[in-house]
């Protein structure tokens, strides 16, 4: 009975699989034994992931999602850019000039994949008669004859320096004419270019790189990544590449490698804790966050009117906090601004008992008081434009004016 | 030098703590021997807190948040309550009744934690000669003497029935007359009722009950606690009070007791797993989250222009889906209405090559649908309310409109 119910619930699932579709976000764990620096254990990740739909869409969309998502992040479009692969047509193309055990196949691939690191002629001794590296150890080579490195040379080469989508797809049709599966994995990318076309994704967000492998061994289908066009000085001054950021690709055989059941899925995957590094140092303005405006304290006595000020800014969409802070009865102004300035306040409400008796707050704008400051040398002129007496019942109207816009 | 860097530290962070206040929410780690059914090792938690601030309207103020996001999350307001309570009162009052030695303090303070679940006479006894329980196993009593015992029960049960904060405040302070932490204790508490009174939160939202405990040891001053008034059945049918949810309190020693510095310090937890659980047999129409407007997949033809209307209402800021189920080639519209329910979409837009011709969508309001499912039989009645011809210009405006306000 358990074997027919086990029968049962494959029919159901391989013909009939549930389209399953999410994000999810936090920590997640690294099974890897050399943990290297900045490479934890424990980490955030962002992922999105599409189960049970064979349809490329899903692919094309996970591309613009990662587009997308790195530039509301605050990333400039120019300085990244989404590369895209589809393990088929290499496949394909391996077959078709002979390399057609997956042993072998493999063994070109994890090649390939170092690409990046060792370079283009390091690589063609690798697939040949092997190599020195610049340790002196002796690298074995697969002793491929030279006519099938040299096609797969030119194969991968192919799409140096051509930045059309569909140029590239046409330089590789021609080179897989006539293998099914490169075939396949063509029109594949053609359909995820149509989709990029009609929703304004071009060449300067999302290009074709047939070298691109992503180590994992499971991706069967499309493979993406976004490479970051910055740069940075290493600790001996050298300029380095940041280069990949993120990225995911198409794993069909995954699901039936830990479940036994035939669903093709596709997703993605953003490391948080890496993606962050690099915002601080593409915009270290955004590694503040803004801070509440802030109430400062004056009075004892004006305690309970301070909480209800706060109350009706919140209400009206204001992050705002009163200062709660001891030292000596509270009184000393120098500690509350240096507290208002070390969390980014952008305002800082004054309300001592000469304020409270006429029906007004002192607004003193910490962000106006930050830019002048550059300008102005005038102290007197400084507080006077950076300083402003506001009508009580007018607070909520002018805060809102000055400091939910940006 | 050592030496003196380290009196230099604690010089600068005890006369002069930094304030620091936030906010945290992740997984967090419970450290117990015997994990009970729903208490898992790992749990998500929501925290609030303040350090570096003695001031009780910290104190205040997490009361207050608590109130409030619990509200702000779905639970009615008159189905739970914030119970305030300071140690200090009931540390003095002892005192003054002559228990004041640490040992003998902590045990009557054990005792009375486990009021809620012994009940009054239970606790009488443990505190006086020891009983025996439910099980038949002997409980040894703290053998304190009758003069003692009334006094904690008429201190303990002053409040019963009380509910203005105010009367209770003046009830305790009789009963503490001329002990010196305890009128500590009560001026905190008249300074919290003080801005709850100025800010709306009365009696029906926080209530003072001189019996709340709260399990940890550390804490020092105020202490609070949301009592959940729902009740559920359980396994066997009896009624049960859901009870405590979420508290917090004053934390003056612990920081001290970590990392040898005196910093003043309260907060607050929100036991998120708890409280979902809790959500769902309150409200459990928001246990379901609300799905994406999904586009229905008719054509191959038309999916690029599917993506296209997504990526237009996603600007607009409604959540949308193209569907990409890949069973037989999409066509299934059972399979997509399915989806669509399972996902609780509120609506389907449904395109094909007729509609596309004419420039228009058909939207399915699927919300409406259920609705009008249980007061319309007829079929062609309940199809002509609940689709709707849409152009395609207005498609952004009439889904906006329809779709965007709840």
């Known amino acids: 009975e358990r074997l027919w119910q086990d029968v049962r619930r494959r029919q159901i699932t391989e013909n009939n699989p549930p389209l399953f579709r999410r994000f999810q976000y936090g920590p997640v764990y690294r099974y890897e034994l050399k943990l290297m620096p900045g490479r934890f254990r424990e980490f955030w990740q962002l992922d999105f992931d599409s189960v049970g739909t064979k349809d490329v869409a899903a692919d094309a969309e996970a591309c613009m999602i990662l587009s997308d998502a790195l530039e509301a992040i605050g990333l400039d479009r120019d300085t990244f850019i989404v590369k895209v692969n589809n393990r088929k047509v290499l496949k394909g193309f391996l077959t078709s000039i002979g390399i057609d055990d997956d042993e072998r196949e493999g063994a070109v691939l994890r090649i390939i994949d170092k690409l990046d690191k060792i370079g283009w002629d390091a690589m063609l001794l690798e697939l040949g008669p092997g190599r020195t590296d610049s340790s002196g150890a002796a690298i074995a080579g697969l002793h491929l004859p030279a006519s099938q490195t040299d096609q797969i040379m030119s194969f991968l080469q192919s799409a140096t320096g051509v930045a059309s989508r569909q140029k590239v797809i046409e330089q590789l049709a021609a080179l897989t004419a006539g293998n099914d599966l490169a075939t396949e994995g063509l029109d594949e990318l053609r359909k995820m270019d149509q989709l990029w076309k009609s929703l304004g994704f071009d060449e300067e967000r999302i290009v074709f790189d047939p070298t691109l492998m992503r180590g994992m061994a499971y991706y069967t289908g499309p493979v993406f990544e976004v490479e970051s066009l910055m740069t940075y000085k290493d600790e001996k001054g050298k300029t380095r590449k940041v280069g990949s950021i993120c990225g995911g690709g198409r794993y069909d055989g995954l699901v039936e490698n830990i479940l036994g059941l035939k669903v093709p899925a596709t997703g993605a995957s953003i490391g948080v804790d890496r993606l962050a590094a690099i915002l601080q140092k593409a915009k270290p303005e955004m590694g503040k966050a803004k801070g509440p405006i802030l109430i400062a304290y004056f009075d004892d006595q004006l305690q309970p009117l301070y909480y209800k000020i706060a109350k009706q800014l919140r209400q009206s969409g204001l992050d705002v906090e009163v200062y709660c802070g001891f030292f000596k009865g509270y009184r000393k102004m120098k500690k509350q601004m240096a507290y208002a300035d070390k969390k ?5 409400i004054l309300i001592g008992s000469d304020e409270a ?50």
Chains 1, 2 share one sequence.
Request: glycine share 6%.
């Open 344 to 348: 980014n306040c952008p305002a800082v």
């Open 357 to 406: 008796a006429k029906g007004v707050a002192t607004v003193k704008n910490l962000k106006l008081g930050k830019q002048l400051s550059k300008t102005t040398t005038d102290k007197k002129e400084w507080i006077g434009k950076v300083q402003k007496e506001v009508p009580m019942d007018d607070l909520v109207d002018y805060l809102k004016e000055e400091f939910i816009a940006d």
